[in-house]
Protein backbone atom coordinates (compact mmCIF):
# COMPACT_ATOMS: atom_id res chain seq x y z
CA UNK A 1 0.00 0.00 0.00
CA UNK A 2 1.39 3.70 -0.92
CA UNK A 3 1.93 6.18 1.95
CA UNK A 4 2.08 9.63 1.11
CA UNK A 5 2.97 12.50 3.53
CA UNK A 6 1.49 16.25 2.48
CA UNK A 7 2.21 19.34 4.46
CA UNK A 8 -0.57 21.80 4.81
CA UNK A 9 1.20 24.80 5.91
CA UNK A 10 3.96 25.07 3.41
CA UNK A 11 2.71 28.21 1.33
CA UNK A 12 3.72 26.59 -2.25
CA UNK A 13 1.76 23.24 -1.13
CA UNK A 14 -1.73 23.08 -2.02
CA UNK A 15 -1.86 20.06 0.05
CA UNK A 16 -6.09 20.08 -0.65
CA UNK A 17 -5.89 19.89 -4.20
CA UNK A 18 -3.18 17.37 -4.24
CA UNK A 19 -4.60 14.93 -1.78
CA UNK A 20 -7.85 15.15 -4.53
CA UNK A 21 -5.45 14.21 -7.53
CA UNK A 22 -3.98 11.78 -5.82
CA UNK A 23 -7.38 9.53 -4.98
CA UNK A 24 -7.82 9.77 -8.30
CA UNK A 25 -4.85 7.77 -9.11
CA UNK A 26 -4.57 6.06 -6.30
CA UNK A 27 -7.91 5.39 -4.11
CA UNK A 28 -5.88 3.11 -1.40
CA UNK A 29 -3.30 5.52 -0.85
CA UNK A 30 -2.76 6.34 3.35
CA UNK A 31 -2.78 9.82 3.12
CA UNK A 32 -1.27 11.76 6.43
CA UNK A 33 -1.46 15.47 6.25
CA UNK A 34 0.45 17.96 8.77
CA UNK A 35 3.94 19.57 9.10
CA UNK A 36 6.87 17.47 7.93
CA UNK A 37 9.56 19.66 8.82
CA UNK A 38 10.25 20.59 5.54
CA UNK A 39 9.69 24.17 5.80
CA UNK A 40 12.33 25.16 3.47
CA UNK A 41 11.68 23.49 0.44
CA UNK A 42 7.83 24.19 1.22
CA UNK A 43 8.09 27.76 0.36
CA UNK A 44 10.04 27.86 -2.47
CA UNK A 45 8.61 24.57 -3.96
CA UNK A 46 5.53 21.80 -3.88
CA UNK A 47 6.57 18.86 -2.52
CA UNK A 48 5.08 15.34 -0.91
CA UNK A 49 6.95 12.55 0.71
CA UNK A 50 5.94 9.48 -1.30
CA UNK A 51 6.71 5.99 0.43
CA UNK A 52 9.18 7.63 2.34
CA UNK A 53 11.01 9.45 -0.47
CA UNK A 54 10.18 12.92 -0.66
CA UNK A 55 9.36 14.18 -4.53
CA UNK A 56 10.08 18.18 -5.08
CA UNK A 57 8.02 19.62 -7.91
CA UNK A 58 7.73 23.23 -10.16
CA UNK A 59 4.11 23.32 -9.69
CA UNK A 60 1.39 21.56 -7.90
CA UNK A 61 0.20 20.06 -11.19
CA UNK A 62 3.72 18.36 -12.10
CA UNK A 63 4.03 17.31 -8.53
CA UNK A 64 0.98 15.47 -8.80
CA UNK A 65 2.15 13.73 -12.50
CA UNK A 66 6.16 12.70 -10.74
CA UNK A 67 3.64 11.18 -7.90
CA UNK A 68 1.48 9.00 -10.83
CA UNK A 69 4.65 7.87 -12.36
CA UNK A 70 5.78 6.80 -8.83
CA UNK A 71 2.70 4.64 -8.35
CA UNK A 72 2.82 3.47 -11.32
CA UNK A 73 6.19 2.21 -11.01
Known sequence: MNEIHLCDK???VNAHYIKE??????PNIKIKMGCVNMCG?????PF???NK??????SNEE???LIR?????
Open 10 to 12: CKK
Open 21 to 26: QVLRID
Open 41 to 45: VGRMK
Open 48 to 50: AIL
Open 53 to 58: IPIIAE
Open 63 to 65: LVE
Open 69 to 73: KKIKE
